[in-house]
């Protein structure tokens, strides 16, 4: 990844990407015809957030106007969602189904917990409304809407003030005429509701996650909608002319225009397009297993890429297992903990805790000068030694080191502990904590930790990768360039993408394969159409297909991809194969001898777009340029401060080794060498770390 700081000049194929954090938006500009890659990074405008991408535009030399592409990833949806500030929202089911969100799947992970509290639904049921009709799993009508009900809904919303509705009838994704005439009719009653239907996001059965799915779009839906419209006023009138692109959970991307109607489908953007950045420097590397670890100011977030593969999902649980509500809809296989930069540590029942709470960037960690007096995991990082106070995002912010100590002394003295101490112990911690997400993703999904290479980005994540990969056993990891902004980097490799599936149940013995043909084919043409229907042009389409399976008796199906040749020959003992190797592979079992059955079918349609290219740095020997080597510096390894030479990253050349403890340090991030570890710089100027120690 090369990257320049002047100014790229007007151009007509400029790609502008923006990723807004909880604590710092990241910025990177391609240009199309010159292959300059430039980035800026500004602090995150809670109150504006506009203002943030604003500024982070200008530091990297570019502006609205001399772009025609604007690629947007943003957590304004899932931190909506999360901290229920939505909208208030009505639902309207069938007769009979209201209760169906409120009651659940009555998870109870923890058995003996009898302070245990289940999922909390975004709707309250005072809110929840049957409407008189019924549809068949077939499809056939049994029971016609009653309109003059659904009328008379619209009214008494009205009259409750209601600010976005979710339609939901059972059995719709078979037949979906009467959410379509629901959706019209209270659409026509009341024109400045948001309004949403459930077969617009989901054609699977299961009526309690699609509830839950329409619910969180339309809670999220005035609020999404109405900021992603002030950002698209804000680059108009900046004299943006070009197209408005919003990254999907998939790591896809698709128009504003979509995003505001279907708005659940960028819950997870932003770290979606991190493990796309991945999965494009594993393809450069030729790396087949690796695991993306972002850590940002508020959280640490991991994916993965398996056999070349960013792996995803055909539905995800939001909140944690335990009181979480899911969502229906395709994303990236992400798990996310509420460690980061940001989050702040404290002591409770003479224990130490750090997150979920973050300081953000209002008013930031004690460190940054801003207001912020609560320790954090970054002044712990500075009382270490291991950020430079006048270093930090390039010398553009000092750090106060004395506002560091005062906030850590708050739970050091408690603890009888000095404030060097109290920031090792935050340190451990936060390296335990984040150590579940890379596990969340590998370990819990039957994959061995040990066999992937752990890729670490965001502001925080060179800072603790090595510390997270030695306490999982990963033997090797890699720093991107550029690793603070690899997210808003990463959109720059994403793809036009819409993901559709229906459930169609059948045995796989005897399942008809021209009936199976003909589904596909209507949903690809869906993707087909969808991308033809955008302002961007891709150079290419490229269609996937996968089938969700489960043994005879079985309740929950595995997803499994498959090659068009299995359709094309329609080969059952192929697919089974297939099957019976993901089953084995997620949970240690599979029955070769028991009959399948396809549950659903899965259709991805992709508009590929051109790539930046990946640019091979200078070569140099095994050691460092003298230019690369700023100074020592007293950092703390093990409880010991000891003297640590100091490397600027930009003077490094292709073959340079470091050996730990060692700090490089680059505008937006710090990569940590602990005793023991040996760094590498590769062809393309990622630093290429064996870890000593892991376990």
């Known amino acids: ?186 659409g026509k009653r009341l024109p400045g509701v948001f309004i949403t239907a459930s077969h617009e996001l989901s054609q699977e059965y299961r009526e309690f996650e699609r509830t839950s799915t329409v619910a969180a779009n339309a809670f999220i839906g005035p609020k999404v909608r109405r900021y992603i419209g002030e950002i698209d006023a804000h680059i108009r009138s900046a004299d943006f002319k070009g197209s408005f692109l919003i990254v999907q959970s998939t790591g896809g991307l698709y128009e504003s225009e979509q995003a505001q109607s279907q708005c659940v489908r960028m819950l997870e953007s932003g770290p979606a397009a991190g493990v796309i950045g991945t999965q494009a420097l594993c393809h450069t590397l030729g790396i087949d297993n690796a695991i993306a670890f972002d850590m940002g100011g508020t959280t640490a977030k991991a994916g993965v890429i398996y056999k070349g593969e960013a792996l995803t999902t055909g539905a995800a649980l939001i909140g944690g297992y335990d009181k979480a509500l899911p969502v229906q809809i395709a994303m990236m296989d992400i798990f996310e903990v509420g460690t980061g930069g940001g989050s702040i540590a404290r002591v409770e029942d ?72 109290a920031a090792d112990g935050i340190l451990r911690i936060a390296a335990t904590a984040m150590s579940y997400a890379v596990k969340g993703v590998t370990t819990e999904r039957g994959l061995d930790a040990g066999d992937f290479a752990l890729v670490a980005y965001g502001g925080a994540g060179p800072l603790h990768a090595v510390a997270v990969a030695r306490e999982i056993g990963i033997r090797r990891v890699i720093i991107p360039g550029a690793p603070g902004v690899f997210s808003a980097f990463g959109m720059l490799f994403s793809d036009l993408r819409y993901d559709y599936v229906r459930t169609h149940l059948m045995q796989l013995a005897d399942a008809p394969f021209d009936d199976i043909e003909a589904v596909f084919k209507e949903l690809e043409q869906q993707g087909r159409d969808a991308i033809a229907s955008t302002s961007v042009k891709p150079h290419k389409i490229v269609v996937k297909r996968a089938l969700d399976m489960r043994y005879v008796g079985q309740e929950h199906p595995v997803t499994v991809e498959l090659p068009m040749s299995v359709f094309q020959k329609q080969d059952r003992q192929a697919i089974k194969q297939h099957f019976d190797d993901d089953h084995l592979q997620r949970y240690g079992t599979s029955a070769p001898a028991e009959r399948a059955e396809i549950v659903s079918l899965r259709v991805t349609v992709s508009g590929m777009m051109k790539k930046p290219p990946q640019e091979k740095i200078k070569k140099g020997g095994g050691a460092p340029p003298k230019q690369a080597f700023t100074g020592r510096r007293k950092a703390s390894f093990d409880g010991k401060f000891r003297d640590v030479p100091t490397w600027r990253r930009a003077e490094l050349f292709a073959g340079n080794k470091i050996a730990g403890p060692a700090l490089i340090e680059e505008h937006a991030s710090t990569t940590v060498l602990m005793p023991g570890d040996r760094m590498t710089v590769d062809a393309y100027g990622n630093l290429v770390i064996a870890v000593a120690g892991a376990k």
Do not use: W
């Open 350 to 421: 003479g224990a130490l805790l750090v997150g979920p709470q973050s300081a953000g960037a209002q008013p930031g960690p004690a460190c940054y000068g801003l207001g912020g007096t609560e320790p954090t995991v970054t002044d712990a990082n500075l009382m270490l030694g291991r950020l430079g106070a006048d270093r930090f995002l390039g010398g553009e912010m000092k750090l106060d080191t004395a506002a560091a100590e005062k906030a850590l002394a708050k739970i050091g003295k408690p603890l009888d502990m000095s404030a060097t101490e």
């Open 1 to 186: 990844m090369k990257a320049e700081n002047s100014r790229s000049g007007r151009a007509a194929n400029v790609r502008l990407a923006a990723d807004i954090g909880g604590t710092f938006t990241d910025i990177a500009v391609f240009d199309d015809k010159t292959g300059r890659l430039t980035f800026g990074k500004a602090l995150s405008t809670p109150q504006r957030l506009v203002d943030g991408i604003s500024h982070g535009v200008a530091k990297a030399g570019s502006d609205y106007a001399s772009a025609n592409l604007f690629l947007h990833g943003s957590t304004v949806a899932i931190n909506t969602m999360l901290e229920r500030t939505g909208a208030k929202t009505a639902l309207v089911t069938t007769d009979g189904f209201r209760d169906v969100y409120e009651i659940g799947r009555i998870n109870r992970p923890d058995a003996y917990n009898l302070y245990f509290q289940k999922h909390k639904p975004l709707i309250e049921r005072a809110l929840c409304f049957e409407v008189r009709e019924r549809v068949r799993a077939d499809g056939e009508v049994v029971i016609p809407l009653d309109e003059a009900g659904l009328a008379a809904l619209g009214d008494r919303f009205e009259a409750l003030g209601i600010e976005a509705v979710a339609i939901m009838f059972i059995n719709c994704y078979a037949n979906s005429a009467h959410e379509a005439r629901a959706k019209e009719i209270l």
